[in-house]
């Protein structure tokens, strides 16, 4: 939270993007309570224990809560169901879907997870810091659209361009659904929330302005508009080019970058806020000298700012946890370049 505030820290506090996941076997154990992934989600008993599992493991300096972008749309009634071995499944954007969405429905219908927040809060070490959630208007969009993730996302694209104005209703409802998610998480204890903007990448100008940048500039305000002084981070994926102008048309208090984010950029977005980022999560699967020389090179960009030291995404589940690990020392035991 120091940092988020401006603050330059050193060691940098750390904390993983899917730090509660599939490469844990603790979390592989309970993940098998629940064959439906939702259910999993809402489960709060569940959803509270593997949350606290990397904690308990590596002392992360953050938490974030273990759920999931699609409850945001299941809530509001839009239809959403997970595939094993192939992910998310939403039935194809549909004008009458978009019509039959409530959203007086999906208060009631995420209770379960603002209720593992305050358990959460209620249970975590008084210095982790706690984070919420939820998925980018866009990024939850472009699922919807084609009914299941495409390379490039072409299919949304394409749709976006064809019906500019069933996107911007389906857009409109996330919004507001994600405006009041958001405001009852930090009500309930977290400290501050992220909005994952996983595909904000694979628009063109127009379409970053339009289904990126607007979007989240409207929940970030919301929120701060519900929560004075709410901490908000933003991380619009593969937009290297355009992180200075998403910072500063959004409002974030911080961003995300990822792997391959130039360092010069990224030392330049700095001077504007906290970063956190960006070591590529190959390294963590590869480990040796990979993984230290990722982590050193991420130090030594960014570790004269205000950073917040994470992956450049979420780690996959083929990363070892011994490489968790020592990145996490590394991070810990370097000296700081000050004295």
């Not at 592989?28 to 599992?53: I, P």
């Not at 970063?275 to 040796?288: E, F, S």
């Amino acid at each position: 939270m120091k940092v988020l505030e401006g603050d330059r820290l050193w060691p940098p506090p750390i904390w993983m993007m899917r730090q509660a996941g599939r490469y844990l076997p603790e979390y592989r154990e309970v993940r098998s309570k629940k064959v439906n992934f939702l259910e999993f989600c809402y489960d709060t008993d569940l959803a509270t224990e593997v949350t606290l599992q990397p904690i308990r493991r590596y002392g992360f300096d953050a938490s974030i809560l273990f759920s999931d972008i699609f409850v945001v749309p299941d809530a509001l009634g839009y239809p959403v169901w997970f595939e094993e071995g192939k992910g998310p499944r939403l039935e194809p954007l549909r004008a009458e879907l978009v019509d039959n969405l409530d959203q007086s429905r999906a208060v009631g219908h995420l209770d379960p997870v603002i209720e593992t927040v305050r358990r959460l809060r209620a249970e975590l070490p008084e210095e982790t810091t706690l984070l919420g959630f939820c998925g980018a208007p866009w990024t939850v969009a472009c699922y919807s659209v084609a009914g299941h993730t495409t390379q490039d996302q072409t299919v949304a694209r394409v749709g976006a361009y064809r019906d500019p104005d069933l996107m911007q209703a389906f857009i409109d409802q996330l919004v507001t659904a994600s405006i009041d998610y958001l405001t009852r998480q930090l009500r309930a204890g977290a400290d501050a929330v992220q909005i994952f903007d996983t595909w904000a990448g694979v628009l063109d100008d127009a379409g970053f302005e339009r289904w990126s940048i607007e979007p989240t500039a409207r929940i970030v305000a919301g929120v701060k508009a519900a929560v004075p002084g709410a901490k908000v981070i933003g991380f619009p994926k593969a937009s290297a080019a355009r992180l200075a102008h998403y910072v500063a048309r959004t409002g974030v208090d911080a961003v995300g970058l990822d792997w391959t984010v130039p360092g010069a950029l990224a030392r330049d977005v700095q001077k504007m806020v906290p970063v956190q980022g960006n070591l590529d999560p190959m390294r963590l699967v590869a480990g040796g000298d990979a993984l230290m020389e990722g982590v050193d090179s991420v130090l030594k960009t960014l570790g004269d700012g205000p950073l917040i030291f994470n992956l450049g995404h979420g780690v996959t589940p083929d990363a070892d946890p011994d490489n968790v690990a020592r990145m996490i020392e590394r991070v810990r035991n370097t000296p700081d370049p000050r004295g």
